[in-house]
């Protein structure tokens, strides 16, 4: 990881300009660091942020978020509003685009979606994972009636919990952390041990595989009813065996779940059906990112947030040892912090604009 200077990005026609507030670590983040997508570039793809410029004059001042999937606009996926699946997109902070960890960031207006005036911005940094928790509701019907096991008590699984729990279903979380379990267990999800939830083989219409670990893949299959549903959240590092007989034989379906879209996640947020602020463990400068991914890995973190403000401006002055009061001068350009796929990268502060990058 560097952080490091970099030019203010340009906005492109069609394109908005964004002044960061708040940046989201995210597991992909953090994976992204090991080699994960091969990525060289600036890091980030949680952020809400302020519009500074943009051709839709609308929309300058308002506080936005942005889908991440920029794509093509021409195939049949983007024809049908499915840029998420274009097969020659770019996805912020992940796969051919800089990203959010940094004080600019440019996008194109139409993946703008505007905060409304009473969702905070530290609720709304989780609009992006939270649509894709909210995204199981659009694949599936859930019924009422369900038993739905969720694998994975990290900060997407419990987002998932918070969002089923709404249609009525006995959501359960299978949990090796008692103290991230509890923030979902007040809501009315059932908490069950990991190796409580093993018993209970073909118990639940569907699940939800969260963990991240292919344990998780494994418990799934045997934790579903025959001819129930597993959605698969988790991506895995590597490779791993498996027998797909018991999909076979039980008729399951198997669903792969990822992003989701945005409009129903902030809608949750507005109304106050979902409050993802409490899952904030801590938040740190931009120019203290290498120890906020290095507290993100933590065994009790959720959720780590970068914050891009005038702070990072006077963080710069005093790394020149000018006094702090002094206000930051207009003219310096982002800070950014950008990730090496080189294990063990040295970070580096440079003195008039930080980013995060990967080389």
């Not at 040892?321 to 001068?329: D, I, N, R, Y």
Request: glycine share 8%; net charge neutral; with cysteine.
């Amino acid at each position: 990881l560097q952080l490091r200077d970099e030019p203010r990005p340009i906005p492109k026609p069609r394109e908005s300009l964004i002044k960061v507030e708040f940046a989201g670590i995210c597991k992909t983040d953090v994976e992204i660091t090991r080699g994960y997508m091969n990525f060289s570039g600036i890091l980030g793809h949680e952020f809400v942020g302020i519009v500074e410029d943009s051709a839709d004059r609308s929309l300058i001042g308002a506080r936005v978020v942005g889908e991440i999937n920029i794509g093509c606009d021409t195939c049949e996926f983007c024809r049908k509003e499915l840029s998420r699946h274009c097969l020659n997109r770019c996805v912020l902070g992940i796969v051919d685009r800089n990203g959010a960890m940094a004080e600019y960031l440019t996008l194109p207006t139409a993946n703008l979606f505007v905060v409304p005036k009473w969702v905070t911005p530290e609720a709304a940094v989780f609009t992006e994972p939270l649509a894709a928790a909210a995204e199981i509701l659009e694949q599936v019907k859930v019924e009422p009636s369900w038993k739905v096991l969720v694998i994975g008590d990290g900060k997407l699984g419990l987002l998932v919990c918070m969002t089923l729990r709404l249609v009525g279903c006995a959501v359960v979380l299978a949990s090796k952390h008692p103290e991230k379990a509890a923030f979902v267990k007040d809501q009315g999800v059932e908490i069950a041990d990991l190796n409580a939830v093993q018993e209970k083989s073909k118990a639940f219409d569907m699940v939800v595989e969260a963990s991240g670990n292919p344990t998780g893949w494994e418990m799934a299959l045997c934790a579903v009813k025959p001819r129930g549903i597993v959605v698969l959240k988790s991506t895995y590092g590597g490779a791993f065996a498996f027998n797909p007989a018991a999909i076979v034989i039980h008729e399951i379906t198997v669903i792969g779940s990822r992003c989701g879209a945005f409009s129903p996640a902030i809608r949750l947020l507005q109304q106050g059906l979902v409050d993802p602020t409490p899952l904030i463990t801590a938040v740190y400068p931009l120019s203290q990112a290498e120890q906020a991914f290095e507290r993100a890995q933590d065994k009790d973190a959720l959720k780590v947030l970068l914050r891009v403000d005038d702070a990072d401006a006077q963080s710069k002055k005093q790394h020149r040892g000018e006094p702090l009061s002094q206000k930051a001068s207009p003219g310096l350009i982002p800070m950014c912090f950008q990730n090496s796929n080189i294990r063990g990268a040295f970070c580096r502060i440079g003195f008039s604009n930080f980013f995060l990058r990967t080389f």
